[in-house]
């Protein structure tokens, strides 16, 4: 019990974060109409690229002799990219269609 | 110092981009803007550790120079595959496109945390890493696995490249639950007791995790898919957040739990929307044993084909006609010509509407993304309960390339898989024309007595085709 009020303790503002965070996005989300299911999952797709920005960290922290490192490094930053640059402009794309509509 | 600051500031406004760009997302008027707002965001938090991230500096001279070319053609190549692949695909394959870029940010994290377990057995003098973040670091690869094969059999099965009942063993849930215990299993032995010989045991971890990622959905039948690319959707989200806490990455950890979170809250929209439990929909194979459960007495029923011009009179001096699309119009490209015909029968005094299954085609809303692509307004789209009530006062419904969405064994028959699911009744309706390429079953793989219906007539083509044939028809009366 110790254990973790201690955890609980030291890292206070980070649990805090994570569950406002958690229920920011379920309420964010809750009021969506179905029309907007597609583009709204391709949109939430295209945020959790932001593992780009951690693949950017690990090529950076690879050392020039670690062969494997820079490789990983490498392969995940063309998928992260991948995953935020067409996530983005998918969505962009159906997105364009709703609008051309209200004319 | 003060380029820490300045990071630390971009990581900030990246994420309030990805909440305000989430909450716009969700309202037809500020949707295309608010992903334009999160791209930004994005555009900053990356750009920001581009320039300003502590570990940019880690080297000097050519080491370098090395590393920043290698990181700019990766985000060169990323971005130019991305680019095309997005402005290439036809809008009929959006789903499959989504899952493919779900599937490689999932990939992006697996990949990470493989690397992040190299730097803990390096012996470098690296410092060794607390238990949580170790745990932390094999969750991700687990996950970020399963996500990225997950995905891409996702893909393979919307692009029909693979049949659910290949790919499915006997005992399949039996070998599913083994492989998740020793998943589970070697997380706990990595963390507590593997010593030295973590990494290999790690690599291990990680071929098991890509191997579930492609049992978890292998069983999973094809109408159940767009439940199944939320899933992994949430499941990479919460890799990223993992990923964030690794890496004391806000921005990370913010982007990754509103995508888990938010992720979660549309799975269970969509399980609401076929009334059924997420457990059913991932446990419960529904494309593979299911099948034979409804197959009764199709043999021995007759079916009414229609011609075009009897199609086309009846139409055309109807009063109130209800057009239900499905995955046939999407497969088809028939969105443009389906909208053509709409036309053509309002401007003969013929009211037309849509109704839209939440779940017809491969996605919720995958229908109105393609009827908007047509420039059919939207008041004229209908969903379910609106949609019924129309439908029972309507003169003919026309169902367009649809099937499990409007079979009555979802209410009547108890036996068939999708029983309890809500559908549109289409058989309350005065008429029903039903466009169907052939008498195959639907993506579920199950029997359609309202083929059989009294009032139901089929007729057999290429939806495109068939709709072109009916306007030319109407056009001539």
């Known amino acids: 019990m110790e254990v973790f009020f201690s955890f609980l303790h030291e890292n206070l503002l980070l649990i805090y974060l994570l569950a406002f965070s958690i229920l920011l996005g379920i309420e964010v989300i809750s009021k969506v109409p179905a029309v907007l299911h597609t583009p709204l999952m391709s949109g939430a797709n295209a945020i959790h690229g932001v593992v780009l920005v951690g693949a950017i960290i690990v090529l950076f922290n690879a050392r020039a002799d670690d062969y494997l490192s820079l490789v990983l490094g490498f392969v995940a930053v063309v998928f992260g990219t991948l995953n935020v640059v067409g996530g983005f402009a998918v969505t962009d794309r159906m997105l364009e269609m709703f609008k051309k509509k209200k004319k | ?477």
């Open chain 2, 1 to 477: 110092m003060s380029a820490t600051y300045l990071l630390d500031l971009l990581y900030l406004i990246a994420s309030l981009t990805f909440v305000v760009g989430l909450k716009m997302l969700s309202h037809p008027d500020t949707a295309r803007r608010g992903n334009q707002v999160a791209a930004v965001g994005m555009g900053l938090a990356v750009m920001g550790t581009l320039l300003f991230h502590p570990s940019a500096d880690r080297d000097l001279g050519d080491v370098r120079t090395f590393k920043l070319l290698l990181l700019y053609a990766a985000l060169a190549i990323g971005g130019m595959i991305g680019w095309l692949a997005a402005y290439r695909v036809k809008m009929t394959s959006m789903p499959q496109m989504v899952s493919l870029f779900n599937g490689l940010g999932g990939g992006c994290a697996a990949l990470l945390a493989v690397a992040e377990l190299k730097l803990q057995y390096d012996g470098a003098g690296h410092d060794p890493i607390s238990t949580g973040a170790m745990i932390l670091v094999l969750f991700t690869m687990f996950f970020g696995s399963v996500s990225f094969t997950g995905s891409m059999l996702a893909y393979a099965k919307l692009e029909d490249m693979v049949k659910d009942s290949a790919i499915t063993l006997p005992r399949h849930s039996v070998i599913n639950m083994i492989l998740l215990a020793g998943i589970l299993g070697l997380i706990g032995y990595i963390t507590w007791g593997a010593g030295e010989n973590g990494m290999m045991w790690g690599l291990i971890l990680f071929g098991i995790a890509l191997v579930y990622g492609f049992m978890f959905v292998a069983p999973i039948g094809g109408a159940d898919m767009p439940v199944v690319i939320s899933v992994l959707n949430s499941f990479t989200g919460l890799t990223a957040a993992a990923a964030g806490i690794i890496y004391d990455n806000l921005v990370m950890l913010v982007g990754g739990i509103l995508v888990g979170a938010s992720g979660s809250i549309l799975t269970i929209l969509m399980c609401k929307a076929m009334n059924r439990s997420i457990m059913n929909v991932l446990v419960g194979s529904f494309g593979g044993g299911g099948a034979a459960g409804a197959g009764k007495a199709a043999g021995d029923q007759t079916i009414k084909e229609v011609s075009i011009s009897d199609a086309a009179v009846l139409l055309n001096y109807s009063g109130s006609v209800v057009i239900v699309p499905g995955y046939g119009l999407a497969v088809a490209q028939a969105q443009k010509i389906c909208k053509e015909l709409d036309e053509l029968l309002e401007s003969n005094g013929v009211e037309v509407k849509y109704a839209i299954h939440p779940v017809a085609g491969r996605m919720p809303g995958h229908m109105n993304v393609l009827l908007a692509e047509a420039d059919v307004p939207y008041p004229k789209l209908f969903d379910l309960e609106e949609a019924n009530d129309i439908i029972s006062k309507s003169d003919v419904v026309i169902v367009v390339g649809a099937n499990d969405v409007v079979n009555p064994a979802a209410k009547d028959d108890p036996s068939s898989p999708i029983y309890g699911m809500p559908v549109l009744e289409v058989w309350e309706a005065k008429n029903v024309i039903v466009m169907k390429r052939s008498m195959k079953s639907g993506y579920a793989g199950i029997e359609n007595e309202l083929f059989f219906h009294a009032r139901t007539k089929m007729l057999f083509g290429d939806a495109k085709d068939t709709l072109q044939k009916l306007v030319s028809e109407v056009k001539s009366l």
